[in-house]
């Protein structure tokens, strides 16, 4: 009942500008209404776990130029947990990878994004790719940096 009430009211779909975007840069994989677990165990201004597990749902797109992912929790909006141009500079906050049971968003140690927290996150997008599409991917394993504002919106607290 909850993914029909999903799919009906949109929560979890791509939004119309993202898919439009990722559809002109030529799309090689589009899940949406995928099934994220959420991994927490730390403490940020707001918000104290221990091995908190939550489940979420968002889209995945990966294109010829980038990866795309995002987290909904209302209908018609959603946020971006993954913006990343194949040639974009690498970071170091959050290690990606891109395998056959999806992605995986992993941060480790999120006093590197800001040193008032502290502990690790995780997003796995459970988006089944398969061998030909992995093979058309230019990475499948990168790291880049994200804002205090990616840790608050991902544990579900407001930013400060």
Request: hydrophobic share 45%.
């Amino acid at each position: 009942m909850a993914v029909f009430l999903r799919k009906m009211l949109g929560i979890g779909a791509l939004p119309d500008d993202m898919r439009a975007q990722a559809e002109a840069e030529g799309l090689l994989h589009l899940a949406e209404y995928v099934p994220i677990t959420f991994r927490f165990s730390g403490k940020i201004p707001g918000k104290v776990a221990k091995g908190n597990l939550s489940s979420y749902v968002g889209a995945l797109a990966l294109t010829r130029l980038r990866v795309l992912a995002t987290l909904s929790s209302v209908p018609k909006k959603a946020g971006r947990s993954v913006d990343h141009s194949w040639n974009a500079a690498g970071g170091s906050m959050v290690q990606a990878t891109i395998d056959e049971s999806g992605l995986l968003l992993t941060v480790p140690d999120i006093s590197a994004v800001d040193p008032c927290f502290a502990g690790s996150v995780s997003l796995h997008y459970k988006a089944p790719l398969s061998a030909d599409v992995l093979s058309q991917l230019p990475e499948r394993s990168f790291a880049f940096d994200v804002p205090a504002k990616f840790v608050y919106s991902v544990c579900g607290v407001p930013s400060r």
